[in-house]
């Protein structure tokens, strides 16, 4: 099992950055491929990135491909989601997620691990 906290999110305007950080802790290390999410008010859930359990691969979703980076360090377990160019419809709460099974995936229903989330707000 692994426990996930995520933290970094906030208020930023238009254009600005901000990171996020996911800390596991449990059984930890590079077991799990990992993944952000991200939930609008009175919308689903939807994929925003995963990371392989090595980190070598990546993938994205388009709607935030060229802008954010998710990356990790396994010595420190800890996921990464640098997030660049934001816009207000990145205004989300954004989740980090685990699986053991997959190697990476961005189906939601493959992720048996979930975080509380953290609140990014963009707006001027």
């Known amino acids: 099992q692994v426990h996930l906290v995520e933290s970094g999110g906030g208020l930023v305007q238009p254009g600005g950055s901000l990171r996020v950080s996911c800390a596991a802790s449990g059984r930890t290390g590079s077991t799990y491929a990992m993944g952000w999410f991200r939930q609008a008010p009175g919308k689903e859930r939807e994929f925003v990135a995963c990371i392989s359990k090595s980190g070598g691969g990546t993938f994205y979703a388009d709607s935030v491909k060229g802008r954010f980076t998710i990356s990790r360090d396994n010595a420190k377990n800890t996921l990464y989601l640098q997030m660049n160019s934001l816009k207000p419809e990145d205004t989300a709460v954004y989740y980090c997620?685990?699986?053991?099974?997959?190697?990476?995936?961005?189906?939601?229903?493959?992720?048996?691990?979930w975080g509380q989330g953290t609140q990014v707000t963009v707006s001027s």
């Open positions: 997620a685990a699986t053991e099974i997959w190697n990476w995936a961005s189906e939601e229903s493959r992720y048996s691990y």
